[in-house]
């Protein structure tokens, strides 16, 4: 056995855990395991980013992609709570990740030393709080215990992110201990009476609805749910930034349940007499405020089925609450004997057709046609190609009109942060390009894209190529369309949301991207051909119409008509 640096056999532990990349900003509190990435570098690459914000949305995009614990290594003090918005978006996103932190040196502890935070306060792990451990490594010796019980505990019941931290003077101690061997999700099968009980629920209902989504979900298990809804004809509808779970084109597909829900599947959702939830935490947007269903005990039936067990009947008190893992729970459902017809069947039909004619757009203000740019992507985009945003108005327009293919096709194709955190959309679609090799394409808003459009830098770096689609409309639109509905005797004021922009070809350019401006729709679907020709990224701007701030029209436009209607 080699005595190494203990910096060093933090790499090889990463590297017997299967990790390919950790992404990271480098800092003098952990230099010893930078000299380990010099060392494992072709077991697991380290990606140097811009900013820590940025890495841990990359990691976490990772971690959302791989269904392992992304990775992502930043100093003490600033570093540490710059990246906290990557571990607060994995615990509501419910993403497998783990977060190194370098720490001032043991001797130092306490004594409020340079950029000396206590990360078991900040972190703290509890249901309010960032992640679901927080662990000090003291000992050099116990880095594999330590590491392969992070991976373990990110994985295990419902994922979410673990934080380690790593004293300065610990890394440099030499150790002769063994790597141990890589951690495997531990799957959570179904009680045989539970789904027993969940036929005899369906074999009474006459409105049934799935809500699928959350974490954990493989090619395999969505199959198995295909299989399910099949023999059941029963009408699908994917939990809100999960809508890859069911493949979008299905004839039983009846929408994405999240912001900016079709008012027609609003209404089935609260008509159903069983409502199925597959997966997903039924978190505030899923359920449109907690009013779809209402809490803590919803008007219909309710079958909830969660991984962790914590989170059953935490807000609902279901029916049926069913603690399992996608896997088992779909194999299960896969084989569940359904009768030889429903009484649902229309009603399956009619959410279906519902679901076509939500895709059918409005006419908009403007040169730019927004639902024509989305029929180009799906036109052009490989079926494999990973959708990703940050949070914003813009997001609407791939969620209401891109059609995901789903898991059960082989690939996880839409990066979301369902915590609504600005800023993502293009590190995550710089780190799935880097990590998978497939077509990244982030589409993003002008105020989104500044929160980290810097790590287009990283993307040149390490050869990633993403396409990211920026839509300029001067504001942060989403808070504008709040504040005209909410103060429209305010109307135009634009309080704190109009912004002065750069050139965003030109910054584009300067970071090492081909840029291209677009200001009529048709003039979009050459330069994505051209963007998806290049060897590297290209960034697509199209100017937007300010009065563009909704999918179901133009809000501010109708608010405008209204108050003048009303004098």
């Not at 061997?181 to 629920?201: S, W």
């Amino acid at each position: 056995m080699t005595r190494q640096l203990a910096g060093h056999l933090i790499v090889e532990c990463l590297a017997a855990q299967g990790v390919t990349h950790a992404f990271g900003v480098p800092g003098e509190s952990f230099l010893a395991v930078l000299d380990g990435f010099h060392t494992y570098g072709e077991a697991v690459r380290f990606v140097t980013c811009r900013q820590e914000g940025g890495a841990a949305f990359m990691a976490e995009a990772h971690g959302k992609l791989t269904g392992r614990p992304g990775v992502c290594f930043v100093t003490r003090g600033p570093g540490a709570t710059n990246a906290s918005i990557g571990v607060h978006t994995a615990f509501q996103d419910s993403t497998p990740m783990v977060l190194f932190i370098g720490d001032v040196g043991s001797d130092f502890r306490d004594r409020e030393a340079f950029q000396e935070v206590d990360f078991q306060s900040f972190f703290g792990p509890s249901t309010k709080g960032m992640a679901k451990r927080v662990e000090r490594i003291d000992d050099a010796a116990r880095i594999p215990e330590y590491i392969a019980r992070a991976f373990a505990t990110a994985m295990a019941g419902r994922p979410g992110p673990v934080v380690l931290v790593l004293p300065e003077d610990m890394l440099r101690e030499m150790v002769d201990v063994p790597a141990l061997p890589r951690v495997e999700p531990v799957p959570i099968g179904a009680d045989a009476a539970a789904i027993a009980r969940l036929q005899q629920m369906l074999m009474q209902a006459e409105r049934p609805f799935v809500i699928a989504g959350g974490p954990g979900w493989t090619p395999a298990a969505a199959r198995d749910l295909q299989c399910f809804a099949e023999a059941w004809q029963l009408p699908v509808g994917n939990a809100f930034r999960f809508q890859d779970t069911f493949d979008n084109h299905h004839p039983l597909y009846a929408g994405d349940v999240g912001i900016g829900i079709n008012p027609a599947l609003a209404q089935r959702v609260r008509d159903a007499d069983l409502v199925l939830a597959l997966g997903p935490r039924l978190g505030e947007m899923t359920t449109g405020g907690y009013t779809l269903l209402q809490a803590p005990r919803p008007l219909q039936t309710l079958v909830h089925v969660h991984a962790g067990a914590d989170e059953l009947n935490r807000v609902y008190q279901a029916d049926l609450a069913i603690n399992a893992t996608p896997g088992p729970l779909a194999a299960a459902l896969a084989v569940l004997p359904a009768p030889a017809s429903v009484p649902w069947a229309e009603n399956t039909r009619a959410a279906a057709a519902d679901y076509l004619a939500n895709l059918v757009p409005q006419p908009l203000p403007g040169d730019i046609d927004m639902p024509a740019i989305v029929a180009a992507l799906q036109k052009h985009l490989p079926a494999d190609a990973v959708l990703t945003n940050g949070a914003g108005n813009f997001a609407s327009w791939v969620h209401r009109f891109f059609r995901h293919h789903g898991l059960a096709k082989g690939h996880k194709t839409q990066l979301a942060p369902t915590v609504g955190a600005m800023g993502y959309g293009v590190p995550a679609g710089i780190a799935a390009s880097i990590a998978t090799g497939r077509t990244a394409f982030t589409i993003a808003g002008d105020g989104d894209f500044l929160m980290n459009g810097q790590e287009l830098a990283t993307a040149m770096q390490h050869g990633g190529k993403s396409i990211v689609l920026l839509l300029d409309n001067g504001m942060f639109g989403t808070i504008r369309m709040h504040q005209e509905r909410e103060y429209p005797t305010n109307v135009g004021a634009n309080s704190g949301t109009r912004l002065h922009n750069p050139d965003f070809c030109a910054l584009a350019q300067a970071y090492g991207y081909a840029a291209e401006k677009v200001v009529r729709t048709e003039e979009f679907e050459p330069a994505l051909q051209r963007a998806l020709a290049r060897d590297t990224g290209t960034l697509i701007l199209v100017p937007l119409d300010p009065e563009v701030i909704s999918t179901r029209g133009t809000l501010a436009a109708i608010t405008r008509k209204a108050l003048t209607q009303l004098g």
